[in-house]
């Protein structure tokens, strides 16, 4: 692979680890590159020019070089903007990136999808329910990896949703209407065209876009756990 430089390039630091004795392996999300790793050599020093600046949620400009799987990281500046996470609000921010991690490939550009997050931990920052920015999130991803079912039209017939019927999700395939009789879990027509549209202050809606969002997730999860669901379930229990 051919060397680059990267230059001035929006970013957020999803993970880090430690690496050898003084450096980080870091989990970059950048607007026109997408996740990438690359190691920050000697950012665990005292004097290091990275220290206090490779943080979660919070916005920077990055430089970085090299060619191979894992590259230079050689320069961050904090941009500033978004308020620090605390409380329920730092634990989704760890979902989020949780998310991006376990469903987003490396060096998959999706410049919206970048905006959608830096959007949402605004939205988390701000102190208002969590559960609106998760959602939102959470959907905005599932449509960028080419996850999301149409929300405008049955999967069998390809006619529009009638507001009055009710449809089963069916994975990878979509919504169909729900044979009658059925006891499978159904979503209305009304509540699906009003998820299409992005409304989940509405109570019905919130539970439905849970319920898809989650159902979605779990599949393409392929059966690996989220850490961050299990410490959500942990602080709610306290």
């Not at 089963?168 to 879990?185: D, M, Q, V």
Request: glycine residues 10%.
């Amino acid at each position: 692979m051919a060397r680059q430089r990267i230059e001035q390039q929006p970013a957020f630091v999803l993970h880090t680890q430690p690496w050898r004795e003084t450096s980080l392996i870091v989990e970059l999300f950048s607007r026109d590159h997408g996740r990438l790793p690359l190691v920050a050599k000697g950012a665990r020093r005292p004097a290091s020019a990275f220290r206090g600046l490779l943080l979660g949620f919070q916005p920077l400009l990055a430089d970085w070089s090299g060619g191979g799987e894992v590259r230079t990281l050689a320069r961050v500046e904090w941009q500033g903007g978004v308020p620090l996470l605390g409380g329920r609000a730092l634990l989704s921010g760890y979902y989020l990136n949780e998310l991006l991690i376990s469903l987003m490939p490396r060096e998959d550009a999706h410049p919206g999808l970048f905006d959608d997050y830096r959007a949402a931990l605004l939205e988390l920052a701000s102190g208002k329910p969590v559960e609106g920015a998760l959602r939102r999130f959470e959907f905005a991803l599932l449509a960028a990896m080419g996850y999301m079912p149409d929300f405008g039209r049955c999967a069998d017939t390809g006619a529009a949703l009638a507001e009055g019927r009710d449809y089963l999700l069916i994975i990878e395939k979509g919504f169909a209407e729900r044979p009658r009789g059925s006891g499978t879990p159904s979503y209305s027509g009304r509540i699906l065209r009003a998820l299409s549209h992005g409304n989940f202050a509405d109570e019905a809606c919130a539970v439905a876009a849970k319920q898809i969002s989650r159902t979605l997730i779990n599949h393409h999860l392929g059966g690996r756990e989220l850490q961050s669901r299990r410490v959500f379930t942990e602080f709610a229990e306290l």
